[in-house]
């Protein structure tokens, strides 16, 4: 068994491989059962060098510590195999002379990519490699398709994303990126069990789609025979919960919109939301802070995180920003700009070369001259505040400022990565916003609100002050795991088809 059958070869070649490798199935098959269940993994190899790793080889031989390991080939070098399992990897040491006759035929038909179960005996070689010497060997599953090159490993971008599974099994990093991802979900729900919330389930189906200005995706329900939305946000549901007396509750969920692929976007992504009854949105923003923090420390054992070249510390109080001080300061006004002005923020949206329609309110105006000039500007964690009313359906008035809402978005390396408010509990100002929503809807705005009945129905029954937050789970990991596009930490990323997938 050699290295040789490795590729990033042209497709004749490839072929070629495959069609040896088929015929050794071939071969398998009319000698045994090709594809066995029955061998029992005793060990992992994570464990193996944890609890065996430290001894000396006097020791180890003294121990005479038996294994039953099992995974996939990637790596030989003579009579050394290495074995990755789930949990790392382990080298084999496979004689053929210290096999029988049928053994030494197996081990001479292995590939790589096959998996294999092997038992034998611990040792150190010379250079201190913890081993198995193996005593016997079988074949669990023959793998017809070659792996990457062993140097090069699977470094195509498009391929890696279609063919996730060979990038994992190929790409060390790629597979730590995701177990980050898992331990970071883990460290969420752990936070949020701890302080009292309770985990729920929302529709991912609705009649309405709400809670974002978003397109949705529309299907269509056979039994019930009517059109229905894949949700664009879970934050009516958790409401319609806090009004019916939870007064702590989140979702880890998955959300729906209908709109473009980017470094940032994917149509299907992750969102944690939560709710917190007699809460207001200054207390959101201490939380998330401390959530952020909390997560460094759990998952990289820092309070610092590098992405892309930028330093972001934890410990260091987020800044706290509104819209229109960010606005004056990375714009860099003048005086004479009046933000509450509409003709002056049309001015000065065109001075800064910001698209716009002159229909708009000045609210919206303004939020697109944030969005393209500032956000991006953004570096250190930012709170950004006092969102106007106008691009915020769902938030409280502000008391002393009701063109303004009681809201946030957190900025973290020029993007967004959490929007809070102080939620809206007034059954009639809601309405009267729905209403709003639906007029701008009927304007040709496709990413409008629908208007929810029921959910002011449930307003009606009473809402207790409540804030409510949503945190996207793809950007969050892409932060701490430094990775610089949202198809790095998607294990399925939507992709456009292929000209030969027609």
Not at 313 to 341: G, H, I, M, W
Not at 469 to 474: F, L, R, Y
């Amino acid at each position: 068994m050699t290295d040789k059958d490795q590729t990033n070869q042209a497709p004749e070649d490839e072929n070629k491989l495959i069609a040896q490798r088929r015929e050794k199935l071939h071969q398998i098959r009319q000698r045994r059962e090709a594809f066995p269940n029955d061998f029992d993994r005793t060990d992992l190899s994570e464990n193996i060098h944890r609890d065996y790793g430290h001894q000396d080889a006097q020791e180890l031989q003294a121990a005479a510590r038996r294994v039953s390991v099992a995974g996939r080939i990637i790596r030989t070098r003579g009579p050394f195999v290495v074995l990755q399992d789930g949990y790392g990897q382990m080298q084999l040491y496979m004689n053929n002379k210290t096999f029988d006759e049928v053994q030494a035929a197996e081990l001479k038909a292995l590939d790589l990519g096959d998996i294999v179960g092997a038992e034998g005996e611990l040792f150190k070689t010379q250079k201190g490699e913890l081993t198995v010497r193996v005593s016997g060997f079988r074949l669990l599953t023959k793998a017809l398709r070659p792996l990457p090159d062993k140097h090069k490993g699977l470094s195509d971008t498009e391929t890696r994303y279609r063919q996730r599974y060979v990038d994992l099994i190929a790409n060390d990093a790629s597979r730590q990126i995701f177990a980050t991802r898992s331990k970071i979900v883990k460290c969420i729900r752990d936070y949020f069990h701890d302080r009292g919330f309770m985990e729920v389930e929302t529709p991912m189906m609705q009649v309405i789609p709400g809670g974002a200005t978003a397109r949705p995706f529309i299907t269509h329900h056979n039994a019930l025979d009517q059109d229905m939305y894949l949700r664009v946000a879970p934050e009516l549901f958790l409401k319609r919960l806090t009004v019916g007396g939870y007064e702590k509750v989140f979702e880890l969920n998955r959300n729906f919109r209908n709109e473009g692929l980017s470094t940032r976007h994917n149509p299907e992504f992750t969102m944690l939301e939560f709710y917190w009854a007699y809460a207001r949105y200054d207390d959101l923003m201490d939380l998330t802070e401390d959530l952020f923090r909390s997560i460094a420390h759990e998952v990289l054992g820092s309070s610092s995180v590098n992405y892309q070249g930028m330093e972001f510390d934890f410990a260091v109080p987020f800044a706290r920003l509104t819209v229109k001080e960010a606005v004056s300061t990375y714009c860099q006004l003048n005086d004479s700009v009046d933000l509450d002005d509409v003709k002056s923020l049309m001015g000065e949206a065109r001075r800064l070369g910001v698209s716009f329609d002159e229909s708009w309110p000045k609210g919206k105006i303004l939020m697109e001259i944030f969005e393209q000039q500032v956000e991006e500007l953004l570096e250190q964690p930012t709170f950004i505040t006092e969102y106007p009313i106008e691009v915020s359906p769902l938030a409280r008035r502000n008391e002393s400022n009701p063109e303004v809402t009681d809201r946030f978005e957190l900025i973290i390396g020029g993007r967004e990565l959490a929007n809070g408010f102080s939620e809206l509990n007034d059954p009639e100002d809601q309405a009267a916003r729905f209403h709003a929503q639906v007029a701008q809807k009927d304007a040709g705005d496709q990413e409008a609100m629908h208007f929810d009945e029921d959910y002011i129905n449930a307003l009606e029954y009473g809402m207790p002050p409540t804030a409510g937050e949503g945190i996207g789970i793809d950007r969050l990991v892409m932060l701490f795991t430094n990775s610089a596009s949202i198809k790095d930490v998607l294990l399925f990323p939507h992709m456009r088809p292929r000209q030969d997938e027609y």
